[in-house]
């Protein structure tokens, strides 16, 4: 049976674990052949492993604007184009789970700052950057990640409202192009592979957010610019 996503190519960076792990096995199921993009080359392997010969995996640190010119062309080379990319790196502050909390600001070291903004929102930027003229000529999808958070996470949340800006204002810029560039809200804390099985037990896990990210991956151009949510089986546009 054919699946949602047969004969499309989706990049993942962030896939070694998680929610991008999860996205990477969720969208292979569904017939696409993933690059997977993580600094974790270890798991990466492993993850790679598990979803087989629809899966190559490509070790990146999307700081560096080198490594992810190189995964986006290997990307193309390897499966012949890129019609997804899914940008899942991040730093993140896992305080539901214990995780102790960052510094306040006036107590944070400003190598600190730049290192959560680099990966988060600058890592958003080179990937989306390089994969863009790839994904114009099929007319395909970005998926960004938006996310909440409270106090300790200034950082954290700083990039994440920018990134839910830098969606809009590029959709902008692509629409004649046909791209469609989404921004995915989970909606609440997520409990990873990596989190205590009391937040396991507490938290969903990323299993959960598997189809906004299908979802999302073929949304219509209508939703272009929109961060979104998925209520009752179906996107809907967070206010």
């Not at 499309?8 to 969720?26: P, Y």
């Not at 305080?95 to 929102?121: C, H, S, T, Y």
Request: glycine content about 10%; some cysteine; charged content about 25%.
């Amino acid at each position: 049976m054919a699946g949602a996503l047969d004969g499309r190519v989706a990049v993942i960076t962030g896939s070694a674990k998680g929610i991008g792990r999860m996205v990477a096995r969720s969208f292979a199921g569904q017939g696409a052949k993933v690059v997977l993009a993580d600094v974790d080359e270890a798991r990466l392997k492993d993850t790679a492993g598990e979803i087989g010969a629809a899966a190559l995996a490509v070790p990146t640190d999307v700081r560096s604007e080198d490594q992810v010119r190189a995964l986006v062309a290997r990307a193309a080379q390897h499966f012949g184009g890129i019609d997804v990319l899914v940008n899942d790196a991040g730093i993140v502050p896992h305080f539901q789970w214990g995780v102790p909390k960052w510094p306040r600001i006036r107590d944070m070291e400003q190598a600190f700052w730049e290192r959560v903004q680099d990966v988060n929102l600058g890592g958003t930027f080179l990937c989306t950057k390089h994969a863009l003229p790839h994904i114009e000529r099929r007319g395909g999808h970005i998926v960004n990640l938006h996310g909440g958070g409270g106090q300790f996470a200034v950082a954290y949340v700083t990039t994440k409202e920018a990134i839910r800006v830098f969606s809009r204002y590029v959709a902008d810029e692509e629409r004649e192009a046909g791209v469609c560039v989404i921004c995915v809200s989970p909606s609440g804390a997520i409990a990873t592979e990596d989190a205590p099985e009391e937040a396991r037990q507490r938290l969903p896990g990323p299993e959960s957010l598997e189809q906004l990210f299908l979802q999302a991956a073929q949304a219509p151009m209508d939703l272009s610019g929109k961060t979104v949510r998925l209520v009752d089986g179906k996107l809907e546009v967070v206010p």
